[in-house]
């Protein structure tokens, strides 16, 4: 879809990415390490600097003491990080459980791996998760269990009831938790991001991976990290050492020192709330019916109220005709169901979303 926006000149609401600068501080302290020749491998498992700066920032937001030499690996991505644990965990014959509509990286992984894909759907019209059926999935095979929370692509959120459910599951049945929390400071309405590493027993249990990209607004920089118990985390280390061995090192300096200061992540749900609801305000009059985005930069939309098109069909009629991309939803589903939905991404920049809304009220 991207790539169509280029081709049609359209504005570009569908792939996740902001369209606003990084911090200049950011910038020059990369510059600075680049300069005094901190350019060559790093550490295998992630600059020693930057694990204990992620380990402080943890204990300070999530309350729990992480090891930094033993639980935190930095990757190439959180994308590597899934990968890497999905590797190292999942085998010929082993199910891994999957909660459509998913992030794309998934399945294929554990596909790769010689697992099974098991897909729950998320119950409409929140996006909530049925544990009762997810009881039902569980069984001798099920070697892991991925949750993503913000959610992408639905913006719906865990809550700490549901984390009790998964503890129920956890404690009952043995399998290991994948929880992707890279949209972790991207949450709003008032809620709290329900981390695993909130709860000890599921800690004990899960890798919690991570995104600077998403955090910091620079998601072509690659950089991610997974945190998980000494023995899960020896295991996913193997994998991600011959999978790309080290991290962009002048930039994990950078990190480490920019992360001294709470100051460049602890705004961030004010700041993109207000990009949501500006976003929503730009749309009020249109015919589009807002499904609830309480996390991630994205906002889904129902067109059930304008045409019987497929999301595809639809998808590309408003990026090749109405110039402004957006993302089908069945493309998130194994069975490619489609719901009559669209995903907008709302990291841009105020008057990107405001015309993209007087798009989107002509429709």
Not at 93 to 117: C, H, K, M, N, R
Not at 135 to 146: A, D, E, W, Y
Request: glycine share 4%; proline share 4%.
């Amino acid at each position: 879809m991207s790539q169509m926006a280029q081709e049609h000149q359209a504005i570009n609401l569908s792939q996740g990415f902001p369209d606003f600068h990084i911090s200049d501080e950011l910038i020059r302290l990369t510059e600075i390490a680049m300069k005094s020749g901190r350019n060559q491998y790093a550490p295998m498992a992630g600059l020693p600097q930057l694990r204990e700066r992620i380990a402080e920032k943890k204990a300070d937001t999530f309350n729990c003491s992480v090891d930094p030499e033993t639980e935190i690996t930095v990757t190439a991505g959180a994308t590597e990080a899934l990968f890497a644990s999905i590797t190292a965990l999942v085998h010929s014959g082993d199910e891994v459980i999957i909660f459509d509509p998913a992030y794309d990286s998934y399945a294929p992984a554990v596909q790769l791996s010689g697992g099974t894909p098991v897909h729950v759907d998320l119950c409409q019209p929140d996006f909530h998760v049925d544990w009762e059926l997810v009881g039902q999935k569980i069984n001798s095979k099920t070697r892991l269990l991925i949750i993503n929370t913000p959610h992408n692509p639905t913006g719906s959120v865990l809550s700490s009831q549901d984390l009790d459910e998964l503890e129920k599951l956890v404690k009952k049945h043995s399998f290991t938790i994948l929880s992707d929390e890279v949209y972790e400071h991207l949450i709003f309405d008032g809620l709290n991001h329900q981390s695993l590493l909130r709860r000890p027993a599921l800690r004990a249990r899960s890798i919690s991976v991570f995104s600077f990209g998403k955090t910091f607004h620079a998601t072509g920089w690659k950089i991610g990290y997974a945190i998980a118990p000494p023995e899960l985390t020896e295991e996913i280390r193997r994998v991600h050492q011959f999978l790309t061995f080290s991290v962009n090192t002048p930039i994990q300096y950078a990190l480490a020192e920019f992360l001294e200061s709470k100051d460049h992540y602890e705004s961030l749900s004010l700041f993109f709330q207000q990009k949501r609801n500006l976003f929503l305000d730009h749309i009020s009059d249109s015919r589009f019916v807002p499904i609830a985005s309480h996390g991630t930069y994205f906002q889904l939309l129902s067109y059930k109220n304008i045409s019987e098109e497929s999301d595809v069909e639809l998808a590309v009629r408003l990026t090749c005709d109405h110039k402004i991309a957006s993302i089908p939803i069945s493309v998130f589903y194994k069975d490619r169901k489609d719901n009559h939905m669209l995903r907008f991404c709302f990291a841009k920049e105020d008057e990107t979303i405001i015309k993209a809304g007087e798009i989107l009220c002509r429709i």
